[in-house]
């Protein structure tokens, strides 16, 4: 099962029309990964966290996947 992205983060309605698919572009971000990045953010920020790389980045997207739940509620 495909996981929920949340879709663009920052989309706009006439991206295909400003840059055509050709040039392999995309619209950016997932709104996932951008709570990912929030989330990871506050995670680092919090000095008395002590875990690895690896660790800290699945707690990310453990965190953006709950935002994601909740928001769709």
């Known amino acids: 099962m495909e996981k929920n992205n949340g879709g663009s983060a920052f989309p706009t309605s006439n991206y295909q029309k400003i840059v055509p698919i050709s040039t392999g572009y995309s619209e950016g971000m997932t709104l996932r990964d ?11 920020a919090d000095h008395t966290v002590d875990s690895y790389p690896d660790e800290r980045a699945r707690d990310a997207y453990e965190l953006a996947d709950a935002m994601l739940e909740a928001r769709s509620k």
């Open 34 to 44: 951008y709570f990912a990045a929030a989330a990871l953010q506050g995670r680092l």
